[in-house]
């Protein structure tokens, strides 16, 4: 009877192995704690819900697509070693991640030795995509978002005197200096340019300096925690100069945690969860019936993320590889996903057609010229 249950217990445990050996995963690597939790947090919902619909459908001949999110805290050295960890677990085939330009291009290295694709569905830094062949992103660059913004600024807006705010990182530095860029290429004016460190809450000095300047906009490069705090200090000092920034602003808790101090700041979206676009519809009906939340940009780019990854792995024949799953993505064309339809182009960067939005009695719009 011991034999017999030994043998059970062998053949139990061979069995198990030979299952993990055949389960399938991605790899996520968010902020889910730390001053950019919000972000991380829907990060992985998104990326839940496009799995969870994959796999309710079958998944891949059966098999079903799973994850393993990891908390980088938005901090580039854990993002690291997360990689470290993902690149060693030969059952993750691709990365999505992370939330930062500077969290990605640090773990960037880590992926592209290993051969594993890290897909950012936010990472805007040109220099991103340049880190090697497994770098992808689901995103516009800065390089064509500043210009866009600052076309946004002085030709709809009618502004020619811009100041400038930024955090000072990878990001911030990009974002403000294509911004300035484009918007002097049209002829505005630059009166002030000012940086902050990131975990700044007192933005009292920067705001004194420029209010001497008389600018007719600010533009930030900034997050929508960050933005709330600057314009209620902004108010406290009766500033009344429009914000504009990047799709970076674009979430409820901006206005949650703005009040009123945020009514009439302008930003971009390369998602609108108000669209009339069926596929937008059916989206943003399953992201409210299982979080009971209308779904945000960042929701929005990680559900695209996770689903171009699955559309990959269905194109592939034979043994699904790390290798395989590179060739398959760079080889989608026009997948129709939340946030338009994406192709990479050959430096895996993709094209998106972003709406202009304001802040008006308490809700995002689109504007309206």
């Known amino acids: 009877m ?16 030979y299952a993990m050996a055949g389960d399938l995963y991605f790899g996520l690597s968010a902020p889910l704690t730390g001053d950019y939790a ?10 839940e819900l496009a799995l969870e619909e994959f796999n309710e459908k079958g998944g891949l001949n059966g098999t079903k697509i799973k994850l393993i999110a990891m908390d980088s805290k938005g901090d580039p050295k854990e993002a690291a070693n997360i990689a470290q960890k993902f690149v060693m677990d030969k059952r ?6 992370d939330f930062t330009s500077t969290c990605c291009l640090a773990a960037a290295p880590i992926y592209q030795r290993a051969g594993l694709v890290q897909l950012s ?33 002085y030709k709809d807006l009618g502004k020619k ?60 490069a900034m997050m929508y925690s960050e933005a709330a705090l600057l314009a209620k200090q902004m108010k406290k000092l009766g500033m009344d100069v429009p914000l504009i920034g990047t799709g ?8 949650e945690l703005g009040g009123d101090a945020v009514e009439g700041l302008y930003c971009t979206s390369s998602f609108y969860p108000y669209s009339d676009n069926p596929v937008v519809k059916s989206f943003v009906e399953k992201y409210k019936a299982k979080y009971g939340q209308i779904p945000n940009m960042f929701a929005a780019q990680a559900y695209d993320a996770a689903g171009l990854l699955l559309a990959a792995l269905k194109s592939i024949n034979g043994k699904i590889t790390r290798k395989k799953v590179k060739e398959a993505l760079e080889a989608i064309k026009d997948y129709p996903g939340v946030t338009g339809l994406t192709t990479f182009d050959k430096n895996h960067n993709v094209k998106k057609q972003l709406t202009k939005l304001v802040v008006k009695n308490g809700d995002f719009v689109e504007f309206k010229k």
């Open 161 to 220: 005197r811009a100041a400038v705010i930024y955090i000072q990182n990878d990001w911030g530095i990009v974002a403000k200096d294509n911004f300035i860029k484009g918007f002097k290429k049209l002829g505005g004016t630059i009166v002030a340019e000012e940086k902050f460190n990131p975990g700044t809450k007192d933005y009292t000095n920067i705001l004194t300096k420029i209010k001497g300047k008389n600018p007719d906009i600010i533009y930030i």
């Open 2 to 17: 011991k034999k017999i249950l030994i043998s059970l217990l062998l053949f139990v445990f061979a069995f198990s192995a």
């Open 38 to 47: 919000q972000y991380g947090e829907v990060f992985k919902k998104g990326v």
């Open 92 to 97: 993750i085939i691709a990365e999505i991640g």
């Open 121 to 153: 569905p936010t990472s805007s830094h040109p220099d991103f995509t340049k880190q090697g062949d497994y770098m992808f992103r689901n995103i516009v660059t800065q390089e064509a978002e500043g210009p866009y913004i600052a076309a946004y600024a």
């Open 248 to 255: 970076a602003l674009y979430s409820p808790k901006l206005i």
